[in-house]
């Protein structure tokens, strides 16, 4: 299981969800993508928000993410 992450989720902080997976037994690596919130997005409400969705480098850390736990 690959998590992706906002930092600023305002449903849980970054500890609390490394805490919880440590509940789950299967595979598992997070993803964090700062300063976005629990849906990954910034509602387009300020110019850094939108940057940092946009960039692919958070898409590309889950898919190596992935790929680590199905090899």
């Known amino acids: 299981m690959v998590f992706v992450h906002g930092t600023l989720d305002p ?3 970054s500890e609390e969800l490394k805490a919880a997976l440590q509940l789950i037994s299967a595979p598992r690596a997070v993803v964090s993508v700062p300063g ?3 849906d990954l997005q910034f509602a387009a409400k300020t110019h850094k928000m939108q ?3 946009q960039d692919p480098l958070w898409i ?3 898919v190596e993410a ?3 736990l199905i090899s």
């Open 11 to 13: 449903f849980a902080s």
């Open 36 to 38: 976005a919130g629990h």
């Open 51 to 53: 940057q940092t969705t």
């Open 60 to 62: 590309r850390e889950a």
């Open 66 to 68: 992935f790929q680590r």
